[in-house]
């Protein structure tokens, strides 16, 4: 299979909101479902802001989209409360959202695949350390971070406008 990640560019957002919409109808009622909800999360408009500022990235499978992610220095500011290993101020870390990959190409490691080209995005950067959140009871997702080598913080109540005001396991890669 041939593998390329590429930066969005804005003139692809409406392809990029496609994949995502496709995303969540491919996963709906398998283990590997984000419990995310069309026009919800990501919101179109958080997700024209990210292509738009250039920190949305995509791989593409022999030619089609099979996962995306954003990768920023935007966090909840919940994250502020988290007693992190690493004290870091936030232009310190970059924090990866709305990784997604698309039902037809699950359990085929290009999560993974788009883990590492992040963390490697953050060290070109000059960062100290790549931060996210995972929905709890989000299993695939914990297993694929803490395979990585992810190391899980905290459990904290954040709000996203999908799921409410619940828990999720916060994680750290801290770049050596």
């Known amino acids: 299979m041939q593998l390329e990640i590429k930066k969005a560019l804005p003139e692809e957002y409406d ?7 496709s995303l969540i109808d491919s996963l709906e009622g398998t283990k590997y479902h984000p419990m995310w909800a069309k026009d919800i999360y990501p919101a179109p408009e958080e ?3 990210v292509v738009e500022a250039g920190e949305l990235y995509y791989l593409l499978a022999d030619g089609r989209i099979a996962a995306a992610m954003a990768v920023n220095q935007k966090c909840n500011e919940e994250y502020k409360e988290v007693q992190w290993p690493t004290q870091l101020t936030q232009d ?3 924090v990866i959202h709305m990784l997604g990959v698309h039902g037809d190409f699950a359990g085929r490691g ?3 695949e788009m883990v590492r080209f ?3 995005l953050a060290k070109t950067a000059g960062m ?3 931060r996210l959140d995972v929905l709890k009871g989000n299993l695939p997702a914990e297993k694929l971070y803490e395979g990585i080598g ?3 913080v905290d459990t904290v109540k954040l709000f996203y406008e999908d ?3 619940v828990d999720f396991k916060m994680y750290e890669y801290v770049i050596g």
């Open 150 to 152: 992810f190391a899980h």
């Open 110 to 112: 290009l999560a993974k």
């Open 47 to 49: 997700l024209r802001a």
């Open 128 to 130: 100290k350390a790549v």
């Open 163 to 165: 799921t409410g005001r």
């Open 15 to 21: 392809k990029i909101l496609f994949f995502y919409y």
């Open 118 to 120: 992040a963390i490697e």
């Open 92 to 94: 310190e870390f970059m």
